[in-house]
């Protein structure tokens, strides 16, 4: 790692301390670091709340042991008085759209109960800025221990990518800051061992910014990216051929593609979590607000579109979704666009069917909703393009129904076809 300045001396060459990791949250965070942390050598025990769960980390554990030790429990009073607390729990958007940081605040309490002095309590959930320096900081030290004296105390924010081409924690390259140099030497002894590159930040809020920037600068260009791909479409151009185009400038552009909206567990959320402390200090970003905006109401565009192309009512209509999960190749509905979609031409009088092999047995998220084994063989009024599985053969997609409907942009021109 570069020498940046902002490690202390005497930190830079003492030793790693060798002992007891606990990861609080075993989800797609919290469990492939536990993973790491053990091949790295330290007695790892993983806790989770959900039963199911544990068992599922503990499945991942078995076969997968490295030079650590590696146990999942969903029992606090199994925990160990452990050196290196990681905190690895979902931030999601409670029903209002406001930030929930219940489950950090129970993260925080299951620290303080078993916290020993001079252990190490690292932020890895993503939170607003301040909340390491803040929520978190007042939590440790409600029984008397000082950050930075007797316990310490810093912030990793998570970069994971679920599915199958996520690069794991060791090749992500890992912010980090703290509200003291002690504690970041500290956290950085730790990380150093779980990932190759470890990036030292001047403070816990520079980390916080910097892990919302990356989502919202994401939730700014898929929203633009959506709304241009009808605007392409209308002067018949198809878009990812422009993206194509303009991806060759090899300074001043990311590609962006369109889709039915962004989904999961971050891009849709992380933004929230920003503009939330933006609004605090009087700064809101109008831009933010529309583009939030925009993704909440693209598969109103959607439905409007079909509804439009259908002779103006939904009512009786059979409407076939095909994918639900929120990106392709992951089983994952959270906040998945297809979802809403789906409930929404259900609440206009459709059919509304769904055919996915990613989701997985009964998901919760689509009660109510008729899935099918065999698109093929259902007369439908029109077919949705929701999520482009890997498994989808698009070349026959535009043979399912009369109309045809790609969000994505990735259906050859056809008569059938609408882009929306």
């Given at each position: 790692?570069?020498?940046?300045?902002?490690?202390?001396?005497?930190?830079?060459?003492?030793?790693?301390?060798?002992?007891?990791?606990?990861?609080?949250?075993?989800?797609?965070?919290?469990?492939?670091?536990?993973?790491?942390?053990?091949?790295?050598?330290?007695?790892?025990?993983?806790?989770?709340?959900?039963?199911?769960?544990?068992?599922?980390?503990?499945?991942?554990?078995?076969?997968?042991?490295?030079?650590?030790?590696?146990?999942?429990?969903?029992?606090?009073?199994?925990?160990?008085?452990?050196?290196?607390?990681?905190?690895?729990?979902?931030?999601?958007?409670?029903?209002?759209?406001?930030?929930?940081?219940?489950?950090?605040?129970?993260?925080?309490?299951?620290?303080?109960?078993?916290?020993?002095?001079?252990?190490?309590?690292?932020?890895?959930?993503?939170?607003?800025?301040?909340?390491?320096?803040?929520?978190?900081?007042?939590?440790?030290?409600?029984?008397?221990?000082?950050?930075?004296?007797d316990i310490f105390l810093a912030v990793s924010p998570e970069r994971e990518n679920p599915g199958a081409t996520s690069p794991g924690p060791?090749?992500?390259?890992?912010?980090?800051?703290?509200?003291?140099?002690?504690?970041?030497?500290?956290?950085?002894?730790?990380?150093?061992?779980?990932?190759?590159?470890?990036?030292?930040?001047?403070?816990?809020?520079?980390?916080?910014?910097?892990?919302?920037?990356?989502?919202?600068?994401?939730?700014?260009?898929?929203?633009?990216?959506?709304?241009?791909?009808?605007?392409?479409?209308?002067?018949?151009?198809?878009?990812?051929?422009?993206?194509?185009?303009?991806?060759?400038?090899?300074?001043?552009?990311?590609?962006?593609?369109?889709?039915?909206?962004?989904?999961?567990?971050?891009?849709?959320?992380?933004?929230?979590?920003?503009?939330?402390?933006?609004?605090?200090?009087?700064?809101?970003?109008?831009?933010?607000?529309?583009?939030?905006?925009?993704?909440?109401?693209?598969?109103?565009?959607?439905?409007?579109?079909?509804?439009?192309?259908?002779?103006?009512?939904?009512?009786?209509?059979?409407?076939?979704?095909?994918?639900?999960?929120?990106?392709?190749?992951?089983?994952?509905?959270?906040?998945?666009?297809?979802?809403?979609?789906?409930?929404?031409?259900?609440?206009?009088?459709?059919?509304?069917?769904?055919?996915?092999?990613?989701?997985?047995?009964?998901?919760?998220?689509?009660?109510?909703?008729?899935r099918v084994d065999d698109p093929a063989a259902e007369a439908v009024d029109a077919v949705i393009l929701g999520t482009p599985q890997r498994?989808?053969?698009?070349?026959?997609?535009?043979?399912?129904?009369?109309?045809?409907?790609?969000?994505?942009?990735?259906?050859?021109?056809?008569?059938?076809?609408?882009?929306?």
């Open positions: 790692m570069p020498d940046t300045g902002l490690l202390p001396d005497a930190a830079r060459t003492a030793p790693v301390a060798a002992g007891e990791v606990v990861v609080i949250g075993l989800g797609y965070v919290g469990l492939p670091i536990a993973l790491e942390a053990a091949a790295a050598g330290f007695a790892v025990t993983g806790f989770d709340l959900d039963p199911a769960a544990a068992r599922v980390a503990e499945a991942a554990f078995h076969g997968r042991r490295g030079a650590g030790r590696l146990v999942a429990t969903a029992d606090p009073r199994g925990l160990p008085r452990a050196g290196t607390w990681l905190i690895c729990v979902p931030t999601p958007l409670d029903a209002a759209g406001r930030p929930d940081l219940s489950l950090v605040t129970a993260a925080l309490a299951t620290c303080r109960a078993g916290l020993a002095r001079g252990a190490l309590v690292c932020l890895v959930s993503t939170c607003q800025p301040g909340a390491t320096n803040g929520m978190c900081r007042a939590a440790l030290e409600r029984d008397g221990m000082v950050v930075g004296r060791r090749a992500t390259p890992r912010l980090l800051g703290a509200p003291d140099p002690v504690s970041l030497a500290r956290a950085h002894a730790f990380w150093a061992r779980i990932a190759d590159r470890v990036i030292p930040v001047a403070s816990a809020e520079i980390a916080e910014c910097a892990k919302l920037l990356e989502n919202t600068y994401r939730l700014v260009n898929i929203a633009l990216i959506d709304e241009l791909h009808r605007g392409f479409a209308a002067l018949g151009v198809p878009t990812r051929a422009v993206v194509e185009a303009a991806a060759t400038k090899p300074f001043g552009f990311a590609p962006f593609w369109p889709g039915a909206g962004a989904g999961g567990h971050c891009i849709p959320v992380d933004p929230a979590f920003l503009q939330m402390e933006l609004a605090r200090a009087g700064a809101a970003s109008s831009l933010l607000a529309a583009a939030a905006e925009a993704n909440r109401d693209r598969p109103a565009r959607i439905l409007a579109a079909v509804e439009q192309a259908l002779g103006g009512t939904l009512a009786g209509r059979r409407v076939l979704v095909l994918g639900v999960t929120y990106k392709p190749d992951v089983p994952d509905l959270r906040g998945a666009a297809p979802a809403a979609l789906l409930h929404a031409l259900a609440a206009r009088g459709a059919e509304a069917l769904w055919h996915d092999p990613m989701a997985g047995p009964a998901p919760q998220a689509l009660d109510g909703l008729r498994g989808f053969d698009l070349a026959r997609l535009a043979g399912l129904a009369p109309v045809v409907f790609d969000p994505f942009g990735l259906l050859p021109p056809d008569r059938r076809v609408r882009a929306v």
